[in-house]
């Protein structure tokens, strides 16, 4: 399953209440929001980041600036967080990845220090899609095609760790085969190669493809 948690920097409480109330009574937000969205364009967490800012553009009646900043397992955008001042107005929307890399790989930032959870913005599970041209209806023919290919069957990933990632690892382990993890910067780009052919199979966010199931150019 995966949650989206929308953040905010953990010392903006401690900051205001140190300020005094001059600072603590005056009207939030007082400037545009930076909202970070650390995956590429057109991937599923993009996609609620832009609904969630539109809404809180209308809520707040600011600017709510969606800005991609891709990369890194999604290291670089959050990271752009971490070293925003921590003023409340430069917020970041993630998904378990953001646990993940804590465990993985080191960062410049405390992935639970450093940050403050505002809300669960969303939750979804995922689906299995393969392109057209793999010889499998079924989950079952898809299981006994990957035996027969040990390490030659390709799957997507929108990142490392994450909810693209770990489905197919568990798979792979469940199964009993083995798939090779070709990993993107977010879902948009592994969707567009799985469609093009350049990969065969992904664990995906339903939002991300159901539209491309439905049309036949992509088979869950």
């Known amino acids: ?53 539109q809404k809180l553009n209308e809520a707040w009646s600011v600017p709510v600036l969606v800005e991609n900043r891709a990369g890194g397992n999604t290291v670089i955008g959050t990271e752009a967080v971490a070293r925003s001042a921590p003023d409340g107005h430069t917020i970041v929307l993630v998904g378990i990845t953001h646990v993940a890399n804590a465990s993985l790989i080191k960062t410049s930032y405390d992935a639970i220090k450093d940050f403050a959870t505002v809300a669960t913005v969303t939750s979804n599970e995922t689906v299995l899609v393969v392109h057209p041209s793999v010889p499998a209806n079924t989950l079952q023919e898809f299981i006994a095609l990957a035996k027969s290919k040990p390490g030659q069957l390709n799957y997507a990933t929108s990142s490392t760790a994450g909810p693209t990632h770990l489905p197919a690892e ?51």
């Open 1 to 53: 399953m995966t949650v989206f948690n929308f953040l905010r920097m953990a010392t903006v409480g401690l900051l205001l209440a140190l300020a005094g109330p001059g600072i603590a009574q005056q009207a939030y937000p007082s400037k545009p929001i930076r909202f970070i969205s650390p995956y590429a364009p057109g991937a599923a967490t993009d996609a609620i980041a832009r609904l969630v800012g």
């Open 170 to 220: 568990l798979f792979n382990i469940v199964a009993g085969i083995k798939m090779q993890q070709i990993p993107y910067k977010g879902g948009g780009p592994a969707t567009t190669d799985l469609l093009g052919g350049q990969v065969q199979a992904m664990f995906a966010i339903p939002s991300n493809v159901v539209d491309h199931v439905k049309s036949g150019r992509l088979r869950a």
